[in-house]
């Protein structure tokens, strides 16, 4: 179902707002909203577009549907609904509070006064502050002395650093607590747009931004506080080169992606520009359409809106049309699976707070809440937390299943032709040959896609990948559906630390609200600023074996980027053995991390090193070869190997990400696991007290003559255990005794 900006269905959080057709323009405001929410099924795309005389800036009123042409994806649109100033809105009122802004903080309190005595009784206003961190201060309200009183008291609050990406995003997930679901979304940004100086070193990407401001539906509209570090920024860094490489974050990329207004102001102007401001936002035009392409696959489509040929003749002057450039059109059932849990996400989660603006905050943490409980680092050989022991009604239930498999070892099977890279169907018993230690062993078990699985998709949320959440909530209804109904799914966050943000649940709408706001709970949680991914599988593994259920399958998918690590907390043989006797196959699925290229690395090291060294060309030089010759050498070092072996240790396979295709990428990487064989048999007593056995699986000659080349994946071994008692006959849960 379509994105709009005019009004939401239930609890449509991901992005999609819908409106109404048309009505007529003497019908009573509350008669309006009525109708509107009885049309809500109207499947329209709504834009929210400004058009302007660019030399005067002055307001084009009077304008009717025939005077625009709306072209999606190329393709023309026919224009259903068309409205000025009928909707509400929402605004976030977003205020920098940082040092080089306080000089004008008082006239920014005056400008705001003005502002928000020129909404509408209908309109409701948010009021967030933010410098080196972000602070929701009043949630929506339409009580506007609430907000002067709240203002008041928020703009005595400093701090060093401006993170404008980081305030963005949080004024976007706010938008979501907007009480009304008709209004007009928007983000009102008053700044000096001097953020932070490089974009690699961010704690929320360029790419995560985007994609929150786009799915919020808001228009972002920046008025710039003019300044002296204004006017030296645009002389420093107008030069090409130091722009890609020292450039600071701004709001100009929301503002463009959004079709909003940005406007500079002095000191004195700040007053007339903000209620200008927002007189351009009530004079905005909402034009909706119903997409011709009805396939809601949750991709990006482009938006194109133009005046016609007879318009632009008959108005004369240049005119500017600013609305937003696209939309993600995410598939319907994905929207009624989270509208479904509308009434349950309300009365169940925590409501916003201040702990973390925009979000609902985590619960308490306490023992026997899993769901919230940050775990640990490990020591050399990492010990069970006890604040982890799940008592979840789901974790008792698969507690008391019986296991038919407890005493075989069980291994997860990927049988590959090495030619066309196809699964191999059509496998026996029979075709294989099992080898333990040198031993052959006589298969007990094989199956494939009869067992139920139990996934634990395991989130970095300090590096790059945070942007792949979008992809994975835009089409939860496409990769879920790959889980049958005994099958469960667990959330993990992971950073140094990891954190369990959903217990495993067979409730697929529990997932769908859990992704909603994964990466707030997660950060929440203080997990870390880095990445350590082998002591992040090591604590899925061991939830695994105390909350999953213990007769299914066991999977722990990875989702991480690219940048290297030379160290983890965890001990990685122990980490090893942990996953052997779990029963655990490890999967990533990597994104790769926004880095500079090697010649912009250079150009930014003799960028740097020429203002320090005063331009000595023998002082540049040295510096980049040093600095250049010390980063070659940490690639080639920081490479994350413990982590590659893991996965390959366990039979796992790992695959590459865009971001924008993860939930396609998982749907792939879900087929792949639905249809792997599993192979069970009795494990050898360990009476020789060596530990690891070793174990080979392979095609016997007569299935490799009539399948061909076939290669295979699977755990390359298993962890042995010594008999309690002497006289005992049976394995007494061997490794690898924990089916999966």
Same mark, same amino acid.
């Given at each position: 179902?379509?994105?709009?900006?005019?009004?939401?269905?239930?609890?449509?959080?991901?992005?999609?707002?819908?409106?109404?057709?048309?009505?007529?323009?003497?019908?009573?405001?509350?008669?309006?909203?009525?109708?509107?929410?009885?049309?809500?099924?109207?499947?329209?795309?709504?834009?929210?577009?400004?058009?302007?005389?660019?030399?005067?800036?002055?307001?084009?009123?009077?304008?009717?549907?025939?005077?625009?042409?709306?072209?999606?994806?190329?393709?023309?649109?026919?224009?259903?609904?068309?409205?000025?100033?009928?909707?509400?809105?929402?605004?976030?009122?977003?205020?920098?509070?940082?040092?080089?802004?306080?000089?004008?903080?008082?006239?920014?309190?005056?400008?705001?006064?003005?502002?928000?005595?020129?909404?509408?009784?209908?309109?409701?206003?948010?009021?967030?502050?933010?410098?080196?961190?972000?602070?929701?201060?009043?949630?929506?309200?339409?009580?506007?002395?609430?907000?002067?009183?709240?203002?008041?008291?928020?703009?005595?609050?400093?701090?060093?650093?401006?993170?404008?990406?980081?305030?963005?995003?949080?004024?976007?997930?706010?938008?979501?607590?907007?009480?009304?679901?008709?209004? &007009? $979304?928007?983000?009102?940004? !008053?700044?000096?747009?001097?953020?932070?100086?490089?974009?690699?070193? #961010?704690?929320? @990407? =360029? /790419?995560?931004?985007?994609?929150?401001?786009?799915?919020s539906g808001a228009t972002v509209c920046g008025l710039?506080?003019?300044?002296?570090?204004?006017?030296?920024?645009?002389?420093?860094?107008?030069?090409?080169?130091?722009?890609?490489?020292?450039?600071?974050?701004?709001?100009?990329?929301?503002?463009?992606?959004?079709?909003?207004?940005?406007?500079?102001?002095?000191?004195?102007?700040?007053?007339?520009?903000?209620?200008?401001?927002?007189?351009?936002?009530?004079?905005?035009?909402?034009?909706?359409?119903?997409?011709?392409?009805?396939?809601?696959?949750?991709?990006?489509?482009?938006?194109?809106?133009?005046?016609?040929?007879?318009?632009? &003749? $008959?108005?004369?002057?240049? !005119?500017?049309?600013?609305?937003?450039?696209?939309?993600?059109?995410? #598939?319907?059932? @994905? =929207? /009624?699976?989270?509208?479904?849990?509308?009434?349950?996400?309300?009365?169940?989660?925590?409501?916003?707070?201040?702990?973390?603006?925009?979000?609902?905050?985590?619960?308490?943490?306490?023992?026997?809440?899993?769901?919230?409980?940050?775990?640990?680092?490990?020591?050399?050989?990492?010990?069970?937390?006890?604040?982890?022991?799940?008592?979840?009604?789901?974790?008792?239930?698969?507690?008391?299943?019986?296991?038919?498999?407890?005493?075989?070892?069980?291994?997860?099977?990927?049988?590959?032709?090495?030619?066309?890279?196809?699964?191999?169907?059509?496998?026996?018993?029979?075709?294989?040959?099992?080898?333990?230690?040198?031993?052959?062993?006589?298969?007990?078990?094989?199956?494939?896609?009869?067992?139920?699985?139990?996934?634990?998709?395991?989130? #970095?949320?300090?590096?790059?990948?945070?942007?792949?959440?979008?992809?994975?909530?835009?089409?939860?209804?496409?990769?879920?559906?790959?889980?049958?109904?005994?099958?469960?799914?667990?959330?993990?966050?992971?950073?140094?630390?990891?954190?369990?943000?959903?217990?495993?649940?067979?409730?697929?709408?529990?997932?769908?609200?859990?992704?909603?706001?994964?990466?707030?709970?997660?950060r929440q949680l203080n997990i870390g600023p880095y990445?350590?991914?082998?002591?992040?599988?090591?604590?899925?593994?061991?939830?695994?074996?105390?909350?999953?259920?213990?007769?299914?399958?066991?999977?722990?998918?990875?989702?991480?980027?690219?940048?290297?690590?030379?160290?983890?907390?965890?001990?990685?043989?122990?980490?090893?053995?942990?996953?052997?006797?779990?029963?655990?196959?490890?999967?990533?699925?990597?994104?790769?991390?926004?880095?500079?290229?090697?010649?912009?690395?250079?150009?930014?090291?003799?960028?740097?090193?020429?203002?320090?060294?005063?331009?000595?060309?023998?002082?540049?030089?040295?510096?980049?070869?040093?600095?250049?010759?010390?980063?070659?050498?940490?690639?080639?070092?920081?490479?994350?190997?413990?982590?590659?072996?893991?996965?390959?240790?366990?039979?796992?396979?790992?695959?590459?990400?865009?971001?924008?295709?993860?939930?396609?990428?998982?749907?792939?990487?879900?087929?792949?696991?639905?249809?792997?064989?599993?192979?069970?048999?009795?494990?050898?007593?360990?009476?020789?007290?060596?530990?690891?056995?070793?174990?080979?699986?392979?095609?016997?000659?007569?299935?490799?003559?009539?399948?061909?080349?076939?290669?295979?994946?699977?755990?390359?071994?298993?962890?042995?255990?010594?008999?309690?008692?002497?006289?005992?006959?049976?394995?007494?849960?061997?490794?690898?005794?924990?089916?999966?």
């Open positions: 179902m379509p994105t709009s900006i005019s009004c939401r269905i239930a609890c449509l959080v991901l992005s999609s707002l819908f409106v109404a057709t048309g009505y007529s323009q003497t019908t009573p405001q509350s008669d309006v909203q009525q109708q509107e929410t009885i049309k809500l099924k109207t499947d329209l795309v709504v834009l929210d577009a400004s058009v302007t005389d660019k030399k005067s800036r002055e307001i084009i009123r009077g304008l009717k549907p025939e005077d625009f042409d709306l072209f999606e994806d190329g393709a023309k649109q026919q224009i259903e609904y068309f409205s000025q100033d009928k909707l509400p809105l929402s605004i976030v009122l977003l205020l920098d509070v940082s040092p080089s802004v306080r000089p004008v903080i008082e006239k920014i309190r005056e400008g705001a006064l003005q502002a928000l005595q020129r909404l509408k009784p209908e309109d409701e206003v948010a009021l967030m502050i933010f410098s080196g961190w972000t602070e929701l201060i009043q949630d929506f309200t339409k009580d506007r002395q609430l907000v002067l009183d709240k203002l008041a008291a928020a703009l005595e609050k400093s701090s060093g650093g401006t993170r404008i990406h980081e305030a963005v995003v949080k004024a976007a997930r706010q938008m979501r607590y907007a009480t009304n679901p008709t209004s &007009r $979304r928007a983000i009102l940004v !008053i700044t000096d747009n001097q953020g932070a100086m490089s974009r690699y070193n #961010d704690t929320i @990407s =360029e /790419e995560e931004a985007r994609l929150t401001v786009i799915e710039i506080v003019k300044s002296l570090l204004n006017v030296a920024a645009s002389v420093v860094f107008q030069h090409p080169t130091v722009q890609e490489h020292f450039k600071r974050t701004t709001i100009n990329p929301y503002v463009e992606e959004t079709g909003g207004e940005m406007t500079g102001a002095s000191k004195d102007e700040i007053n007339a520009r903000l209620g200008e401001m927002i007189e351009h936002l009530r004079s905005r035009y909402s034009i909706g359409y119903t997409p011709t392409n009805q396939t809601f696959d949750g991709k990006y489509r482009k938006v194109n809106l133009t005046l016609t040929r007879e318009a632009k &003749r $008959r108005l004369g002057s240049e !005119i500017v049309i600013s609305a937003r450039k696209g939309y993600y059109a995410v #598939d319907r059932e @994905s =929207e /009624e699976l989270l509208a479904e849990v509308k009434a349950d996400a309300e009365t169940n989660e925590p409501q916003p707070g201040t702990v973390l603006p925009g979000v609902a905050p985590a619960p308490e943490k306490t023992a026997g809440t899993p769901e919230t409980q940050a775990i640990e680092q490990p020591n050399e050989q990492p010990k069970v937390q006890p604040s982890l022991e799940p008592d979840s009604q789901t974790t008792k239930q698969n507690n008391a299943i019986v296991n038919p498999f407890a005493n075989l070892v069980m291994l997860d099977v990927h049988a590959m032709n090495k030619k066309t890279g196809t699964i191999a169907g059509n496998l026996t018993k029979e075709d294989f040959e099992l080898v333990d230690n040198g031993v052959k062993k006589e298969i007990a078990h094989f199956s494939q896609g009869q067992l139920p699985i139990s996934v634990i998709l395991l989130i #970095d949320v300090t590096g790059n990948t945070t942007y792949t959440m979008s992809s994975l909530r835009r089409g939860v209804s496409h990769w879920i559906r790959h889980f049958k109904p005994d099958d469960e799914i667990a959330l993990m966050a992971f950073g140094s630390t990891a954190a369990i943000i959903q217990n495993f649940t067979k409730d697929r709408k529990i997932i769908a609200v859990r992704l909603r706001d994964f990466v707030d709970r997660a990445q350590d991914r082998t002591m992040a599988v090591f604590h899925a593994a061991e939830h695994m074996d105390k909350a999953a259920n213990p007769a299914g399958r066991r999977v722990i998918i990875t989702i991480t980027d690219d940048n290297p690590r030379s160290h983890t907390s965890a001990k990685p043989d122990y980490t090893a053995k942990v996953l052997f006797d779990t029963g655990c196959v490890v999967y990533g699925m990597v994104a790769k991390a926004p880095r500079p290229s090697r010649a912009r690395q250079i150009a930014s090291v003799a960028a740097r090193s020429a203002i320090f060294s005063f331009g000595n060309p023998i002082s540049i030089a040295t510096t980049v070869a040093a600095t250049i010759g010390t980063q070659m050498v940490l690639d080639a070092i920081m490479k994350d190997r413990t982590f590659v072996q893991t996965i390959r240790k366990t039979g796992g396979a790992a695959m590459k990400l865009e971001g924008e295709d993860t939930a396609e990428k998982l749907n792939l990487l879900l087929d792949l696991i639905r249809n792997r064989y599993v192979v069970g048999f009795n494990p050898s007593i360990d009476t020789t007290f060596e530990p690891y056995h070793k174990l080979t699986l392979k095609l016997n000659p007569e299935a490799q003559k009539r399948a061909g080349e076939i290669i295979i994946s699977t755990a390359q071994g298993y962890y042995g255990r010594k008999p309690v008692d002497s006289d005992v006959t049976e394995p007494n849960n061997s490794g690898g005794g924990k089916s999966h």
